[in-house]
Each structure stands twice: as structure tokens, then as C-alpha cells.
């Protein structure tokens, strides 16, 4: 947090951050008295220190996550001192994730499957970019209703969540239409707002997957029962960095990602072809932004790429590239697939006995991909 602190205070026009920090939501402010810092030399120095105590913990879980947590730290103060590390370095250790672009069947795959989902829905005219077009023009939400079915989706995301995962308790979220800005939506936590991309189309199913993933069981529940865990006794203070923009993001938009089915609520064809759309858009988006910033493909080529495989909005694709391009946000874009294959890979290999015990792992403690994947541990 003093990492944190220091590179929001900076004034010399070359921080990185645009205000958001490298942990942009912090609920230990009451828990944790920040190192305040003048100078990176300081940070370095603390950062070996703690370098050496990981090292002498035992084999595990923890011992993971700390590694990979102090390889994520490092990376990101050599990039706010000034270092320039390359976009392959930033993906692997920033952020965690598998280096280079996702596997081309695994796109090919899901595309398959929207097609064979699509022609059981009736949508069989056209090619598939043009059904998956009039699919989401069809099922779009009128704006006008908007808010009213974000309502009745949160109390539906709520009552599950409720039961599956954790009492949230009296916590709710407004709805909070925006524009311009490079992302779909945003868990506003602090200001307990969701908000949302307005030059964007919603479809029900859409909706439900970005309330899920923002709010109920997502990313404002993972903040609350973390908190929990803390006050409880039962997890340590580094669990309140699970929002970092580190090591931690991966795991955080995985149980986004996955929150549809962590409180099993697919429903209808609907929910089906909008998982599967999920699922293209994220291997795709990952694989646009390797072959932009890695490859050093023209913008337009993927734009291209954007429009026609992954069958985005223009918008969406738009702001993909706009946040590719960021010297620090760009290689959290792979984050969503790499954390929604952390995520997806544990939840479907356990026993259905050891639910509780990896919704416990997985939302009240810090974690990488690859300190969950260690789930159970002996």
C-alpha cells in the first residue's frame, strides 16, 4: 500500500496510474498503516527484504502466491522508476498470465458452438457474424428498461449468492450509465455503483453475466467476504489485495468470469450463447492484443480481427484496443481468459464435497493462478 500511495502522490506528469492505483479498491485503510515512501531505492530494499522471508517458508500454497507476488511487485516498480519492460514481460509477470496468443481450436471451438446454439434458437439465415448481430439486436434490452431489469437481475444475483457463496448482507449496487470509456463495466465499490458502457447494447444474458461478475458473486462479494475473513481471524491482511492491479487480478476477474456458474445460473438458451460468446470474445481479445503490441499488427488489421472473429460491438473493440495500448492497464486484458481458466479448471475438477473448502480458498484468500491450481493442498 505504500507502493501504492507513493505512485498516486507523484506530480512529475509520469505516473502511470490515472488515479486508480495500483490497488484501485482497499478495504484495510482501517487495518494497515501504509510505508510512506520518498524514493524507489526504499521500495526495492523492502522488497528484498520480504524477498527473504518468503523464501524461507515452507512448500505450498502461500509460498506460491507470495513468490508470484513479489515477482508481480517488482515488475510493476520497474515499470512506475521508470524501467521499460517489454509487453511479454508484463503479461508473464505482472499479470501472471500465459505468455502469447490462445490456442486458435479453442476460438474455432466456440465459435462452433454460438453457431450450433444460434440455429437451435432459430437464427439459421446469414453467416454467423451477421445471426450473432441480429441475436443481440433482437434480445437487446431497450434502454428505457434498462435500470428495471438491472434491478430485478441484482436481486436474483443477491438471493443466490446469498445462499451459494456468502451473506453479503445490506450491500447493494446502483445502476450507473456512462460513456467513453474503454471498458464494458466497472465495479465502482466505494461508490457502490456498477457502472456501465452506455455506447453499448445490452442483452438480458449480457447483463446477467456483468452483474454476476461485477457485484453478485463477483467482485463486490469477493471484497466483502475477504473483509470477513480478516476480521473473522481466519485470513491474513495480504487477502485485502485482491484487486491489485498484480498477481491477484487474474483470480479476481476468473471468479467474475466464472460467476454465472458459481451460483448456477444459466438458465436458458440465452445464457448459453452468451457463455460461449464470453468465452470467444475473451480468447479473442487476448489473442488481438498479443498480435498488437507483441506482433506489432496495424490497428485496423485488428480492429478487423475483432469485428469478424470475435463478432464484437464496434465499441467494444474500439476500447480493447484503446486499453491494449496503456503502458500499464494493456497486458491486464489477458487476465480474463488466464483467470477464467484458473478458475474454471479447479471448479470442474472438484468433488462435490470440497465446494465449500474452494469457495473458501478461492474468495477468503489472496491467490495466483497458479497457488489456486495447487487446490486441495495435502
Not at 521499460?84 to 499479470?95: A, G, M, N, Q
Not at 446502483?174 to 458502457?197: G, H, I, Q
Not at 442483452?203 to 467482485?219: D, I, S
Not at 467474475?256 to 464470453?278: H, K, P, S, T, V
Given at each position: 500500500?505504500?507502493?501504492?500511495?507513493?505512485e498516486?502522490?507523484?506530480?512529475d506528469?509520469?505516473?502511470?496510474?490515472?488515479?486508480?492505483?495500483l490497488?484501485?479498491?482497499?478495504m484495510?485503510?482501517?487495518?494497515?498503516?501504509?510505508?510512506s515512501?520518498?524514493?524507489?531505492d526504499?521500495?526495492?530494499?523492502?522488497l528484498?527484504?520480504?524477498?527473504?522471508?518468503?523464501?524461507?517458508?515452507?512448500?505450498g500454497?502461500?509460498?506460491?502466491?507470495?513468490?508470484?507476488m513479489?515477482?508481480?511487485?517488482?515488475?510493476a516498480?520497474?515499470?512506475?522508476?521508470?524501467?521499460?519492460?517489454?509487453?511479454?514481460e508484463k503479461?508473464?509477470?505482472?499479470?501472471?498470465?500465459?505468455?502469447?496468443?490462445?490456442?486458435?481450436?479453442?476460438?474455432e471451438?466456440?465459435?462452433?458452438?454460438?453457431?450450433r446454439?444460434?440455429?437451435s434458437?432459430g437464427?439459421?439465415?446469414?453467416?454467423l457474424?451477421?445471426?450473432?448481430a441480429?441475436?443481440?439486436?433482437?434480445?437487446?434490452?431497450?434502454?428505457?428498461?434498462?435500470?428495471?431489469?438491472?434491478?430485478e437481475?441484482?436481486?436474483?444475483a443477491k438471493?443466490?449468492t446469498?445462499?451459494m457463496?456468502?451473506?453479503?448482507?445490506?450491500y447493494?449496487m446502483?445502476?450507473?450509465?456512462?460513456?467513453?470509456?474503454?471498458?464494458?463495466?466497472r465495479?465502482?465499490?466505494?461508490?457502490?455503483?456498477?457502472?456501465?458502457?452506455?455506447?453499448?447494447?445490452?442483452t438480458?444474458?449480457a447483463?446477467?453475466?456483468?452483474?454476476?461478475?461485477?457485484?453478485y458473486?463477483g467482485?463486490?462479494?469477493?471484497?466483502?467476504?475477504?473483509?470477513?475473513?480478516?476480521?473473522?481471524?481466519?485470513a491474513?491482511?495480504d487477502?485485502?489485495?485482491?484487486t491489485?492491479n498484480?498477481?491477484?487480478?487474474?483470480?479476481?476477474?476468473?471468479?467474475g468470469?466464472?460467476?454465472?456458474?458459481?451460483?448456477?445460473?444459466i438458465e436458458?438458451?440465452?445464457?448459453?450463447?452468451?457463455?460461449?460468446l464470453r468465452?470467444?470474445?475473451?480468447a479473442?481479445?487476448?489473442?488481438a492484443?498479443?498480435?498488437?503490441?507483441?506482433?506489432?499488427k496495424?490497428a485496423e488489421?485488428?480492429?478487423?480481427?475483432l469485428r469478424?472473429?470475435a463478432?464484437?460491438?464496434e465499441?467494444?473493440?474500439?476500447?480493447?484496443?484503446?486499453?491494449?495500448?496503456h503502458?500499464?492497464r494493456?497486458?491486464?486484458?489477458?487476465?480474463?481468459?488466464a483467470?477464467n481458466e484458473?478458475?474454471?479448471?479447479?471448479?470442474?475438477?472438484i468433488r462435490?464435497e470440497?465446494?465449500?473448502?474452494?469457495?473458501?480458498?478461492?474468495?477468503?484468500?489472496?491467490?495466483?493462478?497458479?497457488?489456486?491450481?495447487?487446490f486441495?493442498?495435502?
Amino acid at each position: 500500500m505504500g507502493i501504492d500511495r507513493f505512485e498516486r502522490s507523484r506530480n512529475d506528469g509520469r505516473s502511470l496510474l490515472d488515479g486508480e492505483g495500483l490497488v484501485p479498491i482497499f478495504m484495510g485503510d482501517d487495518l494497515v498503516t501504509a510505508r510512506s515512501y520518498t524514493g524507489w531505492d526504499t521500495v526495492q530494499a523492502d522488497l528484498a527484504s520480504l524477498e527473504s522471508d518468503v523464501a524461507d517458508l515452507p512448500k505450498g500454497e502461500r509460498k506460491t502466491f507470495l513468490e508470484g507476488m513479489l515477482t508481480s511487485l517488482r515488475l510493476a516498480v520497474r515499470l512506475f522508476s521508470g524501467g521499460s519492460p517489454t509487453f511479454e514481460e508484463k503479461v508473464v509477470d505482472l499479470v501472471g498470465a500465459p505468455r502469447g496468443k490462445v490456442d486458435p481450436s479453442i476460438i474455432e471451438t466456440a465459435r462452433d458452438n454460438i453457431d450450433r446454439l444460434l440455429r437451435s434458437a432459430g437464427f439459421t439465415d446469414g453467416s454467423l457474424q451477421e445471426r450473432v448481430a441480429r441475436w443481440e439486436s433482437e434480445r437487446a434490452i431497450d434502454p428505457a428498461k434498462l435500470e428495471e431489469v438491472f434491478t430485478e437481475l441484482m436481486a436474483q444475483a443477491k438471493a443466490r449468492t446469498d445462499e451459494m457463496i456468502f451473506d453479503t448482507g445490506d450491500y447493494t449496487m446502483a445502476l450507473n450509465p456512462v460513456s467513453d470509456v474503454p471498458y464494458t463495466a466497472r465495479c465502482n465499490f466505494d461508490d457502490a455503483k456498477m457502472d456501465l458502457n452506455m455506447d453499448l447494447s445490452f442483452t438480458r444474458a449480457a447483463l446477467k453475466h456483468l452483474v454476476a461478475h461485477e457485484v453478485y458473486p463477483g467482485h463486490s462479494t469477493q471484497l466483502l467476504y475477504t473483509r470477513a475473513e480478516v476480521d473473522a481471524g481466519r485470513a491474513t491482511l495480504d487477502a485485502l489485495l485482491i484487486t491489485a492491479n498484480a498477481i491477484t487480478g487474474c483470480v479476481q476477474e476468473g471468479i467474475g468470469d466464472q460467476g454465472i456458474q458459481l451460483i448456477d445460473w444459466i438458465e436458458d438458451d440465452d445464457d448459453q450463447i452468451q457463455l460461449e460468446l464470453r468465452r470467444l470474445r475473451s480468447a479473442a481479445q487476448t489473442t488481438a492484443t498479443w498480435v498488437y503490441m507483441v506482433e506489432g499488427k496495424p490497428a485496423e488489421e485488428v480492429m478487423r480481427y475483432l469485428r469478424d472473429v470475435a463478432m464484437g460491438q464496434e465499441a467494444w473493440a474500439r476500447g480493447r484496443l484503446r486499453m491494449a495500448a496503456h503502458p500499464f492497464r494493456g497486458p491486464f486484458i489477458a487476465s480474463y481468459w488466464a483467470g477464467n481458466e484458473a478458475v474454471r479448471t479447479v471448479r470442474e475438477r472438484i468433488r462435490p464435497e470440497q465446494k465449500p473448502e474452494f469457495l473458501h480458498a478461492l474468495y477468503g484468500r489472496a491467490q495466483s493462478p497458479r497457488s489456486l491450481d495447487m487446490f486441495p493442498a495435502e
